[in-house]
């Protein structure tokens, strides 16, 4: 059975850094594409990062451009999101998916298999 569990959020000042861990079981990270979410009340979930099975592609949003990475650590079965220069705006829900079926992460939600529970980011001003 697979399951993804995030972990690693909490409360932070603006210009502070987190770093989100998704650990996965029941199955190697890298049969799967990764992708980081995240969502606020009455907002739907948005595309944060992904990174490919492979490995070797990355992709975020425009809005964390330059100040969040995606990356794995296969030995660990683990996917990390470091969050650098975070604003009151990153403040939300983060969750990590996974993707058996597209050639690269998908971007829309409803396009991925498996999800984890949830880790709430705030970030104070």
């Known amino acids: 059975q697979v399951q993804l569990v995030e972990s690693g959020g909490g409360l932070v000042q603006a210009g502070g850094s987190l770093r989100l861990s998704c650990a996965a079981s029941g199955r190697a990270v890298s049969t799967y594409n990764m992708g980081w979410f995240r969502q606020t009340p009455g907002k739907e979930r948005e595309f944060v990062a992904g990174i490919s099975r492979s490995g070797t592609s990355t992709y975020s949003s425009d809005s964390v451009k330059g100040r969040f990475t995606i990356s794995r650590n296969s030995a660990l079965n683990t996917v990390y999101l470091q969050m650098n220069s975070l604003k009151p705006e990153d403040t939300a829900v983060y969750y990590c998916?996974?993707?058996?079926?597209?050639?690269?992460?998908?971007?829309?939600?409803?396009?991925?298999?498996?999800w984890g529970q949830g880790t709430q980011v705030t970030v104070s001003s």
């Open positions: 998916a996974g993707d058996l079926t597209y050639i690269s992460p998908p971007r829309r939600p409803g396009q991925y298999d498996y």
